[in-house]
């Protein structure tokens, strides 16, 4: 499975982003996929994720009601939706795919494909 991620750039504080990710080379209607981000300096951490059929999302308490996660089966792409950003969301967002669903949804280690990541800037 390749992830293909795209869509970071530099944003004002407040601005939108959407970034989106692209996967090939598997069954991706089967996968539950995530977003996680990393600042510099700092750990990986959960953004959000989405359940394969798109029913069920689940997001970091520091970006609930202001990020969206959405997933379009048919084009094998997940989308997140980024609005009024802030500096502290600067970090490289990845993408990745979790091929068995397991428990935690949180967690780096249930997911098995990653994406390379796209870098988002938000200037205050």
């Known amino acids: 499975v390749q992830l293909q991620a795209s869509g970071g750039g530099l944003v004002q504080a407040g601005g939108s982003l959407r970034l989106s990710c692209v996967a090939s080379?598997?069954?991706?209607?089967?996968?539950?996929m995530g977003w996680f981000r990393q600042a510099p300096g700092k750990e990986r951490e959960f953004v959000t994720a989405?359940?394969?059929?798109?029913?069920?999302?689940y997001y970091a308490d520091s970006v609930k009601g202001r990020f969206t996660i959405s997933r379009d089966n048919a084009k094998n792409t997940v989308s997140l939706q980024m609005n009024s950003l802030k500096p502290e969301d600067t970090a490289v967002y990845y993408c990745a795919a979790d091929t068995y669903a397991g428990p935690d949804v949180t967690m780096i280690y249930e997911y098995d494909y990653w994406g390379q990541g796209t870098l988002v800037t938000v200037s205050s």
């Open positions: 080379g598997g069954t991706f209607r089967r996968y539950r």
């Open positions: 989405i359940t394969s059929s798109g029913g069920s999302t």
